[in-house]
């Protein structure tokens, strides 16, 4: 039951959730396809979390491209041994999962702590940050803690050639089931936030802002000083 489900039916069904509604969303709700900003109401703590964050998740994002679509006899044929590979990994991981942590963290105390941007946070923002802060810490904690205390677990041989086989609708799912709970876990929830990027601000990812640096400049102007103005002038 567990191969069945959890590791050839439910990755199939987030998948096509996530392309489906994707496809959906931009062609009927185009205009829905924002990530409204609350840096109007406090700008510092934003920018710092949003860079950090952001930084963060492409340089994850990089690290599982070498962990999970590049196959373990590609580093062997160059020379890169097991441990080597797993030093870079555990060190580079490790730096990009306390960037996104750290991001996310601070994001969600801004979004509690602000009134301001508690009125413009949806229950669909709360549930994407998270989502994203149990994938990203437990990843973090795979990385840095499971790595290096408990073993040093050699996921290029059974979740990645796993992941790859989905894309060949080949899926090994016998591969998963000697892998240590932690990172079935992880992989699970990673595939619930897939299917949940359609009904989220999430979908901002796939927004290449090609035209952002030649778009107009978009003007914000004080309520009260436009008030203003407008007694003055009546
Ligand atoms: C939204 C999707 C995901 C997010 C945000 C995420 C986030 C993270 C983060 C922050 C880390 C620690 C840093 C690193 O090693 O890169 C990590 C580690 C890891 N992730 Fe993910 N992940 C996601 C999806 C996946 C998927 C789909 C898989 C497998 C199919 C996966 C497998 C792993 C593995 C095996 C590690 C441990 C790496 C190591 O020990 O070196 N992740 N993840």
Same mark, same amino acid.
């Given at each position: 039951?567990?191969?069945?489900?959890?590791?050839i039916?439910?990755?199939?069904?987030?998948?096509t959730?996530?392309i489906v509604a994707?496809f959906y969303?931009?062609?009927?709700r185009?205009?829905?396809?924002?990530?409204?900003?609350?840096?109007?109401?406090?700008?510092?703590?934003?920018?710092?979390?949003?860079?950090v964050?952001?930084?963060?998740?492409i340089?994850a994002?990089?690290?599982?491209?070498?962990?999970?679509?590049?196959?373990?006899?590609?580093?062997?044929?160059?020379?890169?041994?097991?441990h080597?590979?797993?030093?870079?990994?555990?060190?580079?991981?490790? %730096?990009? @999962?306390?960037?996104?942590?750290?991001? *996310?963290?601070?994001?969600l105390i801004?979004?509690?702590?602000?009134p /301001? +941007?508690?009125t413009?946070?949806?229950?669909g923002?709360?549930?994407?940050?998270?989502l994203?802060?149990? %994938?990203a @810490?437990?990843?973090t904690?795979?990385? *840095?803690?499971?790595?290096t205390?408990?073993?040093?677990y050699?996921? /290029? +041989?059974?979740i990645?050639?796993?992941?790859?086989?989905?894309?060949t609708?080949?899926?090994?799912s016998?591969?998963?089931?000697?892998v240590p709970?932690l990172?079935?876990v992880?992989?699970i929830?990673?595939?619930?936030?897939?299917?949940?990027?359609p009904?989220?601000?999430?979908?901002?990812?796939?927004?290449f802002?090609?035209?952002y640096?030649?778009?107009a400049?978009q003007?914000?102007?004080?309520r009260d000083?436009?008030n203003?103005?407008?007694?003055n002038?009546q």
């Amino acid at each position: 039951m567990e191969e069945l489900f959890w590791w050839i039916i439910f990755p199939y069904i987030c998948g096509t959730v996530l392309i489906v509604a994707t496809f959906y969303r931009f062609v009927f709700r185009g205009k829905s396809w924002t990530a409204p900003s609350t840096e109007i109401f406090s700008r510092k703590w934003l920018r710092i979390a949003s860079v950090v964050f952001h930084y963060g998740i492409i340089f994850a994002f990089i690290g599982h491209v070498m962990g999970m679509l590049i196959p373990k006899g590609f580093y062997d044929s160059i020379g890169v041994d097991e441990h080597t590979y797993h030093v870079f990994a555990i060190a580079g991981g490790g %730096v990009a @999962g306390l960037m996104v942590v750290f991001g *996310l963290v601070v994001m969600l105390i801004r979004k509690f702590s602000l009134p /301001r +941007v508690r009125t413009h946070t949806s229950f669909g923002d709360y549930f994407t940050i998270v989502l994203l802060l149990l %994938v990203a @810490g437990m990843g973090t904690y795979m990385t *840095l803690i499971y790595n290096t205390t408990v073993v040093s677990y050699e996921y /290029r +041989v059974s979740i990645g050639p796993w992941f790859r086989s989905l894309f060949t609708f080949n899926p090994l799912s016998e591969l998963m089931l000697g892998v240590p709970t932690l990172f079935k876990v992880h992989v699970i929830l990673a595939f619930l936030l897939f299917a949940a990027i359609p009904f989220t601000r999430l979908v901002h990812m796939f927004s290449f802002p090609l035209r952002y640096p030649t778009r107009a400049p978009q003007q914000y102007r004080s309520r009260d000083r436009y008030n203003k103005n407008r007694d003055n002038t009546q």
